[in-house]
């Protein structure tokens, strides 16, 4: 074919003809379509086998480092030959035969095949006419002979499941209104700032009045979900994963459209706003980002062209056998690029504040969840990925250049080293970790009848022999509340009143102890049962009044974490904390200074037993009133109302290394806090 701006000569085949007409790096033209059968078949559809991607683009993304691609790959409104239509491009190196498939062409394969980019195995064509909402797939016929449909793994809007088509999206035109917010938020969330997280699955948090099926869009969770977390306190919203996901019950942790909102909650759009009107409301956005595994499902990413293209071809580096899910082969520089893109696009199109990285214990070693002779060591003969650890440190170096002010959070469970270290001192660079430990320690400690509490007395000091070693989260998340393990309140032991009043003193501990803050929707109400996905959280349980208080405690604890400095600007400096009575196993107490300078210091005095302990004398660093700021057994929260008073004075009779001390009356099963009154 010539390439010199002259017709080409007309070509004959099976009796029909077709003509290629201009450029053929440019052309508009009719095109001969041959069929895998040999029969040629001629089309009115115009289109080109132009160059739409650049070389800097086909560059960029075989090195990994293109980090805009949901801009220039997949779908995109464009014009050529003054043509409006839609640019399609999709990675598949592999295959034999890519085409594009739609309602335009009624789903034929034949009618649009796409063009092979070999120096990038990227295939791409140009369809004129096309708008937004045209609903698309690839067909790819795969290097072992195998004919899929496949959604587009760039897409940025997909069908409401069960379907599975991508839909051609318009450019993002929403309207920011969070400068003054995007220009703070670092402060807002770094390591000195209080900072408190309400964890919520988007679509079972509330359901629409009246129909117990459906959920609310993104309009409805901004009247709703934005005012009841900020009246309650919450400093950021984190949301399970929104990205599109095939299958509700995995709560959006098996998605498949890194780069698309679920069309479960409405358009892109929609989220823009929700996230616009989270920053009117100094409410920060975390999402859940998932990138370790990915579902087998076939309209996927699973052997995407023939091939394992984004996962291991390995089973034991490539199938994760916990999930029944496939594990990105981050060798691959196209799949960290492919996924640090995807982190970029909600960091940067939809203004969210932060990323929690979902199950990097998985992503760091090769044996995780797995026997001997169940994984491939590393080329050293160790157990850590060393593939994932480079992917981790470019991702969280990359989010700090291209999306300054945003934080990344790591679901980490082991003791990896520096996890939040800066990458430049050989961390992974994170913000924040997840204190596991702490979680499962303190709720093992809470779960047990505190006549056997003195024999755990360490599992709530424990934690703060390493607090202070990563930039920690203490997390109470939806993990804690599902299969099988009950609810926050299920687990504590006793009746009624013990199992609240346990609850209460366990969320004042979690509130002044060092480290942000995250609890799961539902855990403020006291939830009974455990958290069903398929179901609104149980709201008439604020009609007791027991679970109102206990409601009502949380807004009061996260009020006083953001008005008092000692207990938020050193949760990461172990300056600001200072044991007192830490070895009092035999009564269950725990006595704890929160400090911060140019600031008073907090008394923290804990009681893990349902007696009332009277006369308890503890040392205090000034003499003068200690004014009780918050009591969780308070009539007001659901409590007995027992305490020393609303305050007390200390006299200059030394204790516990402090020069004064004051003797205090402990209520039952419940955390109390005390400030010096220094006007």
């Not at 409104?77 to 043509?83: F, P």
């Not at 929609?270 to 009107?277: H, K, S, T």
């Amino acid at each position: 074919a010539r390439d010199d701006g002259r017709p080409l000569a007309s070509l004959q085949a099976a009796g029909d003809t077709g003509l290629f007409t201009g450029r053929l790096s440019e052309a508009v033209a009719y095109v001969l379509h041959i069929d895998w059968h040999g029969v040629v078949q001629e089309t009115e559809d115009t289109y080109s086998f132009g160059l739409m991607l650049g070389e800097l683009d086909l560059h960029l993304f075989a090195e990994g480092a293109h980090w805009k691609l949901a801009e220039r790959f997949g779908a995109q409104l464009t014009r050529m030959d003054e043509v409006e239509g839609v640019a399609f491009s999709v990675w598949a190196p592999n295959a034999r035969r890519v085409s594009v498939i739609g309602g335009f062409n009624l789903w034929d394969g034949r009618r649009h095949p796409m063009r092979l980019r070999v120096e990038a195995g990227v295939w791409e064509l140009f369809v004129p006419r096309l708008q937004p909402g045209e609903l698309y797939k690839f067909e790819v016929v795969g290097a072992d002979g195998s004919t899929t449909q496949r959604a587009d793994p760039l897409a940025r809007a997909a069908e409401v499941p069960p379907a599975t088509a991508s839909i051609v999206a318009a450019p993002m035109t929403h309207a920011w209104g969070d400068a003054d917010w995007m220009a703070g938020r670092a402060a807002r969330q770094a390591a000195d700032a209080p900072v408190s997280i309400y964890e919520v699955h988007a679509a079972s948090w509330l359901r629409p009045d009246g129909n117990p099926e459906g959920v609310l869009d993104w309009d409805g969770l901004a009247r709703r979900l934005i005012p009841y977390a900020v009246d309650l306190g919450f400093t950021h919203l984190e949301l399970m994963p929104i990205m599109e996901h095939p299958f509700g019950g995995s709560w959006g942790y098996q998605p498949l459209g890194q780069f698309a909102p679920s069309s479960r909650f409405g358009p892109a759009e929609g989220f823009a706003r929700f996230v616009d009107a989270c920053h009117a409301a100094k409410l920060g956005v975390i999402l859940d980002w998932v990138p370790a595994h990915f579902p087998t499902d076939i309209h996927g990413l699973a052997h995407f062209d023939g091939t394992p293209l984004y996962e291991h071809a390995d089973p034991r580096e490539g199938f994760h056998q916990d999930w029944n899910t496939l594990i990105y082969n981050l060798g691959r520089r196209e799949v960290q690029g492919f996924l640090i893109s995807s982190a970029l696009w909600w960091l940067n199109t939809f203004h969210v504040d932060g990323l929690r990285v979902d199950a990097v214990a998985s992503m760091l070693y090769r044996d995780y969840s797995r026997k001997a002779g169940e994984w491939t060591p590393n080329i050293h003969g160790g157990r850590e990925n060393l593939e994932s650890v480079d992917f981790l440190k470019r991702l969280n170096s990359i989010v700090a250049e291209y999306a300054p002010g945003a934080i990344t959070l790591a679901e980490e469970s082991t003791a990896w080293p520096g996890v939040t270290a800066p990458v430049a001192e050989g961390g992974l660079g994170f913000d924040y970790k997840w204190n596991m430990g702490w979680m499962h320690d303190t709720l093992h400690y809470m779960e047990q009848d505190p006549i056997h509490r003195s024999w755990s007395h360490n599992e709530l000091t424990f934690g703060l022999v390493y607090a202070f070693s990563e930039t920690f989260v203490l997390p109470l998340s939806h993990d804690e509340v599902v299969h099988g393990k009950g609810s926050l309140i299920g687990k504590m032991p006793g009746d009624t009143w013990r199992k609240l009043a346990n609850l209460r003193a366990y969320f004042g501990f979690m509130w002044t102890h060092p480290g942000k803050k995250l609890l799961f929707m539902g855990g403020e109400l006291g939830q009974w049962r455990e958290w069903n996905h398929d179901a609104e959280l149980d709201w008439s349980l604020l009609d007791d009044p027991a679970h109102a208080g206990l409601q009502r405690l949380v807004r009061d604890l996260n009020r006083l974490y953001a008005a008092e400095p000692a207990l938020h600007a050193t949760d990461a400096d172990p300056a600001g904390f200072q044991w007192l009575v830490g070895d009092d196993a035999a009564n269950s107490v725990f006595v704890f200074l929160r400090k911060a300078v140019g600031s008073p210091p907090l008394l923290c005095v804990m009681n893990g037993t349902p007696v009332p302990r009277y006369g308890y004398r503890v040392g205090v660093p000034l003499e003068g009133r200690w004014r009780e700021v918050l009591n969780t057994d308070a009539e007001t929260y659901g409590g007995g109302n027992i305490g020393s008073g609303g305050g007390v004075e200390a006299a200059r009779h030394g204790m516990h290394g402090q020069p004064a001390s004051l003797e205090l009356v402990l209520p039952p099963l419940a955390m109390v806090v005390l400030k010096p009154d220094l006007t």
